[in-house]
């Protein structure tokens, strides 16, 4: 089993920031790649940011220059460093990998709800 569990959602102002984790945990040998979703309402699942198992960073262009995407392999944990957030940025936000375990696949986390209020 691998479960995947993201934290620090919750409600802030435009302009503010938030910082969201992802911890994977299970039968994981690595993981690769590290990914952040995002979904507003009535809108399709958007990939927000992606980083790859040599440092490799890849944005929607909504988001570049304001959030940032890191990983602790150590910890099998992954973080979105969110500022300069705006009201168009409020969405259920859900972390995303590729894991290998006893076969490789990929896995969801359940999803934290974003608020930017303007």
């Known amino acids: 089993q691998v479960q995947l569990v993201e934290s620090g959602g919750g409600l802030v102002q435009a302009g503010g920031s938030l910082r969201l984790s992802c911890a994977a945990s299970?039968?994981?040998?690595?993981?690769?790649?590290m990914r952040w979703y995002r979904q507003a309402p009535g809108k399709q699942r958007e990939l927000v940011a992606t980083?790859?198992?040599?440092?490799?960073?890849i944005y929607v262009d909504s988001v570049k220059g304001r959030f940032t995407i890191s990983r602790d392999n150590a910890k099998n944990t992954w973080y979105l460093q969110m500022t300069s957030l705006k009201p168009e940025d409020t969405a259920v936000y859900y972390c995303?990998?590729?894991?290998?375990?006893?076969?490789?696949?990929?896995?969801w986390g359940q999803g934290t709800l974003v608020t930017v209020s303007s």
């Open positions: 995303n990998a590729g894991v290998n375990g006893m076969a490789y696949r990929e896995y």
């Open positions: 980083i790859t198992s040599n440092g490799i960073r």
């Open positions: 299970g039968s994981i040998f690595s993981i690769n790649p």
